[in-house]
C-alpha cells in the first residue's frame, strides 16, 4: 500500500486566494482526521470523519475553512479565503476500526501552505 | 474540554543515555495511549501504545508506563541513538474507540548527541 497521500507537499498562495488540499486515505480505512501543525499549536485537530460522515468539526478554525469527504478514498480540505496566519502544515490521518485493537492512525507527509 | 500536557518541549541527552518524556491527560474516560515519533519533513509515525489496562508495555529499547489514578503516562528510550532523534507526540483517546479522536500533546523535541 502506498499509504495516506497528500497533495501537493507544498503550497505557497497569496492573501485571499483559494487553497485546496487533498487527501487519499489507505484504502479499507474507514475514519479520516485533518490536523494542522504550527510551533506554536503543534498538532491540533480539525476535523474527522467516520465512514465518510463528518464526526467532528469543532476543531475548524473558523467559516472559511471546509472539509468533505465524498467517497472512502478521497478528502478535501478548503480554505476561502486563505489568510497569512492559515500558514501551516496540513496533515492526513486515517485509520481503521477500532484504534484499541487496531494498528492507530496512519498519516501523511503534510501539505506545507504558506499564504503570503 | 480534552487536554494533553507534554514535558519537557526539548531533551539533549548523550548517545548512550536514558530519554524520559511525561504527558498527563484530563479526560478520565481514556483508555489508549499511543505515541509517535515524527521526523524532519515526515508525518508522524505510530511507535508503542498501551491499553489502560496495563501498567507497563515495552518494545525492545522503548517502553511505556501508565499510572490511570494519576493520569499519567511516560515514554522511556535507553541506550539512546542518534536516530532516535526526532519529535514525540503523546496522544490519549477522546471517546469511543471506533468513532472517537486523538488528542495530542505538543510534541518534545529529542536530541541525541554522538
Known amino acids: 500500500d502506498a499509504g495516506v497521500i497528500q497533495s501537493p507537499r507544498h503550497e505557497v498562495t497569496e492573501m485571499g486566494q483559494e487553497v485546496t488540499l487533498r487527501c487519499k486515505p489507505i484504502?479499507?480505512?474507514?475514519?479520516l482526521f485533518w490536523y494542522r501543525q504550527t510551533m506554536m499549536r503543534g498538532l491540533e485537530l480539525l476535523i474527522y470523519f467516520n465512514n465518510n460522515v463528518p464526526i467532528d468539526d469543532s476543531g475548524m478554525p473558523e467559516d472559511r475553512f471546509s472539509a468533505k469527504m465524498p467517497n472512502a478514498s478521497f478528502s478535501t480540505l478548503k480554505i476561502q479565503p486563505s489568510e497569512p496566519r492559515d500558514s501551516a502544515v496540513y496533515f492526513c490521518?486515517?485509520?481503521?476500526?477500532?484504534?484499541?485493537?487496531?494498528?492507530?492512525?496512519?498519516f501523511g507527509s503534510g501539505t506545507r501552505l504558506t499564504v503570503v | 474540554g480534552e487536554n494533553v500536557e507534554q514535558h519537557p518541549s526539548t531533551l539533549s541527552v548523550q548517545e548512550g543515555d536514558s530519554a524520559v518524556i511525561k504527558c498527563t491527560y484530563s479526560?478520565?474516560?481514556?483508555?489508549?495511549f499511543p505515541w509517535y515519533k515524527q521526523e524532519l519533513g515526515k508525518g508522524p509515525q505510530l511507535i508503542i501504545d498501551?491499553?489502560?489496562?496495563?501498567g507497563e508495555k515495552k518494545d525492545q529499547r522503548i517502553a511505556v508506563t501508565l499510572n490511570k489514578t494519576a493520569k499519567h503516562f511516560s515514554l522511556h528510550i535507553t541506550e539512546t541513538q542518534p536516530e532516535d532523534s526526532a519529535v514525540y507526540f503523546c496522544a490519549a483517546l477522546h471517546g469511543s474507540s471506533n468513532t472517537g479522536k486523538l488528542i495530542f500533546g505538543q510534541g518534545t523535541t529529542l536530541q541525541v548527541k554522538p
Open positions: 484504502s479499507g480505512h474507514n475514519s
Open positions: 479526560d478520565s474516560a481514556s483508555n489508549y
Open positions: 490521518a486515517s485509520s481503521f476500526g477500532s484504534l484499541i485493537s487496531g494498528q492507530g492512525y496512519t
Open positions: 498501551i491499553r489502560s489496562n496495563v
